[in-house]
Each structure stands twice: as structure tokens, then as C-alpha cells.
């Protein structure tokens, strides 16, 4: 898919990952860029960049009116990224059940009601894209890390099942699956999984340039950083081997 004259949707634009992502797509001469987030004010700084391209929209992907709303919002839409996710540290059998299944639902479930409200958007302006911010994490269970390995393994077997389904559609499919990157949700978990200080790790915007790249290529898997580079290429060889790895990052 070219990025050029496309109209992008990013959920969870307003920092990290995502805020990247919006500049990224800009530059690449995307047409608009509907930024979202739970609450439109902390996407200020990121509408600033262009305010004539960017659009700020409210999207809470845990709440079904709110994605209803958004893709009555934003009825051009051709490429949609699903970037918004959320990670609550703890063991599984000791951390309050009701964070897991905050990050199931955000993570996994709201990527699903996200692909639901706007997959048919995207068909009705003649096809486009879909990419799914997945993680290296999806590939390993590392125990500290609570429900989200789960939800991000969840998320890849979501993307390669709705891949065979939209591809009929014009629909193309991507996963992204980022190693550490120099975020706040980076940082919020590192005092729970120390190991994560001593690892490399991206900038937000060398993955979205990557991302950006993975898509204009046709990539159905996008390993955005060198870290990445180095567990998918390990995975596909000893995928044991890399559970082993991940799960040995306590």
C-alpha cells in the first residue's frame, strides 16, 4: 500500500509509538491522519504538527460506543493502526484479575472492536490496510509481565486470522511486532522487570519509520528494530529457544 494520499487512523496517538507514528505517516505525505486517544486534549502537541492533517478524535477501544462513534467520525479512513494498548505488571496467579482482563480487553478485545467498526470504512473508500502493534512479547510468556505476553499472543492469532478474511476485501494485514522501545510504558515496567534496563532499545520513531517502510514493502510481519530483528530471526528457528529466552528475562 502507498502512504502517499492515504487517510490513516492511529488509536492511542498520543505519546510513544504511536505520536511517532503519526509523524511518520505525515511525512510520508499521508493525505490525513486521524489521531486518537481516550482523552482529545493530550493530543495537542501531536495535532500541532500539522493542524490541517491532523485530526484529533476521542477513541476509547474498551468502550463500544466510543469506536461506533469514531467510525461514524472518520468515514475516509484506508489504513488503520492499532496502536493503543496498555501493560499491568504482576504474576498471573497473584495479581488482581480485574487488571488482566483490563489488558485482555484493551489489548486483544479492543484491537477486535476496533478491526469490526472500521474494516467496513476501509472496504466502502475501495480497500486500504490494517497493522496490528503486536510485540516480540507475544512469542514468550515472561511471568512478571502479567496478562500481557497473553494478550499480545492473542493479538498475533487474532491478525492471522482475520488476514485470509480481508484479503478478499483489499484489505491487507500487517503485525508489527517492536522489541523495547523508549517509551512510558517502557519505563513504568522496568522496576518491575529490571532485565528490561539492560536490554537496547528503540526510539519511537525509528520504529514508525520502519512500520511506514513494512507497509509501503507489503510486509505481512514487520520486526521494526534490531532486537526485533534478532528474536524473529530466532524464531523462526528454535521457537522454543526464544520462549526460553523471554520467559528468562526475571
Request: no cysteine; aromatic share 4%; hydrophobic share 45%.
Amino acid at each position: 500500500m502507498h502512504i502517499h494520499d492515504a487517510v490513516v487512523l492511529v488509536t492511542g496517538a498520543n505519546r510513544g509509538i504511536g505520536s511517532a507514528l503519526v509523524t511518520a505517516f505525515l511525512e510520508r505525505g499521508a493525505a490525513r491522519v486521524h489521531a486518537t486517544a481516550r482523552d482529545p486534549e493530550t493530543l495537542a502537541a501531536v495535532t500541532a504538527r500539522d493542524p490541517e492533517r491532523v485530526l484529533p478524535l476521542a477513541l476509547d477501544v474498551t468502550d463500544p460506543d466510543s469506536v461506533a462513534a469514531a467510525a461514524l467520525a472518520a468515514p475516509d479512513v484506508t489504513l488503520l493502526v492499532n496502536n493503543a494498548g496498555v501493560a499491568l505488571m504482576g504474576h498471573l496467579l497473584e495479581m488482581d484479575l480485574g487488571a488482566v482482563e483490563t489488558v485482555m480487553n484493551t489489548n486483544w478485545l479492543g484491537t477486535l472492536r476496533a478491526l469490526r467498526a472500521f474494516v467496513p470504512v476501509i472496504e466502502r473508500n475501495g480497500g486500504g490496510a490494517v497493522v496490528n502493534v503486536v510485540s516480540i512479547g507475544a512469542f514468550g510468556g515472561t511471568p512478571s509481565m502479567g496478562g500481557y505476553p497473553a494478550s499480545k499472543a492473542a493479538l498475533n492469532s487474532l491478525t492471522q486470522a482475520v488476514r485470509p478474511d480481508l484479503a478478499p476485501r483489499g484489505i491487507t494485514v500487517h503485525a508489527v511486532y517492536p522489541g523495547p522501545v523508549d517509551t512510558d510504558m517502557l519505563r513504568l515496567s522496568t522496576p518491575a522487570l529490571p532485565a528490561l534496563g539492560d536490554m537496547p532499545r528503540a526510539t519511537p520513531a525509528d520504529v514508525a519509520r520502519a512500520v511506514v517502510d513494512g507497509v509501503e514493502a507489503g510486509a505481512e510481519d514487520i520486526f521494526p528494530d534490531p532486537f526485533a530483528e534478532q528474536i524473529g530471526e530466532a524464531w523462526r528457528r528454535d521457537p522454543k529457544g526464544v520462549e526460553r529466552q523471554l520467559v528468562g528475562l526475571e
